[in-house]
């Protein structure tokens, strides 16, 4: 079945700095979606992006799609503790299934 | 609007025992996932059921977990007999039919010793 790898696994970063964290998949992505989970909660749905070389923010979330959908990314501006948790990419194929990958804990120091 | 409700929340059983957890979804959503996370991993699909039809079992361990879906609305998942790989918070989701946006639930957290 389809694979999407994440990268890095973790990253810790100083409040303020930015934070990015990179989704790829060796075969073409149907529909890419970004959770957050929090430390001890449930993933929770940010976004979904459909279309080749789609860019779209929530604030100081920035979310982009490769030009060939094999590859997503999510970058952060600013990052604050707030922030804190782990981030996963999920493809979104056929039946509506969600196949994630394996997240991206970020750690912020205040 | 109430979200998706889950119990137990935590359960801690012996190998060898089974467990089973509950789940309804969203009021209306046809689309219920059962989601096993490991501590440290991404969630895992275990069964995507739209309405009372099994969409998705590829990853469910038949030989030890079931789930229902008897009308459509809520869900039970059981293990039986429990191993100790088996301990990991057993996450339910749902989503609208042709919607984009799923909800989890709290998750329930099984350990088993």
């Known amino acids: 079945g389809q694979q999407v790898m994440q990268i890095p696994q973790y990253q810790h970063v100083q409040e303020g700095e930015d934070f990015t964290t990179y989704c790829n998949s060796s075969?073409?992505?149907?529909?890419i979606q970004w959770y957050k989970q929090r430390p001890g909660g449930h993933p929770v749905f940010l976004i979904q992006?459909?279309?080749?070389?789609e860019v779209k923010k929530q604030k100081r979330l920035t979310f982009q799609f490769g030009e060939a959908k094999k590859n997503s990314s999510l970058h952060i501006t600013a990052t604050q503790t707030t922030d804190v948790g782990t981030y996963f990419c999920a493809d979104r194929g056929s039946n509506y299934k969600l196949t994630f990958g394996k997240g991206t804990l970020l750690t912020v120091n205040p | 609007e109430a979200g998706v409700a889950q119990s137990p929340r935590y359960k801690i059983i012996e190998k060898r025992q089974s467990v089973a957890f509950w789940c309804n979804p969203i009021s209306g959503h046809a689309t219920l996932y059962w989601y096993q996370q490991i501590l440290g991993q991404g969630p895992k699909l275990l069964i995507q059921?739209?309405?009372?039809?099994?969409?998705?079992d590829s990853q469910l361990p038949k030989d030890r977990f079931s789930a229902e879906r008897l009308k459509g609305v809520d869900s039970t998942l059981k293990i039986q007999p429990a191993k100790l790989e088996d301990s990991a918070v057993y996450l339910c989701?749902?989503?609208?039919?042709?919607?984009?946006?799923?909800?989890f639930g709290e998750g329930s957290w099984l350990t088993v010793v």
């Open positions: 992006l459909v279309k080749s070389g």
């Open positions: 989701a749902s989503t609208p039919l042709l919607g984009n946006t799923i909800y």
């Open positions: 059921f739209q309405n009372n039809g099994v969409v998705d």
């Open positions: 075969t073409t992505l149907s529909n």
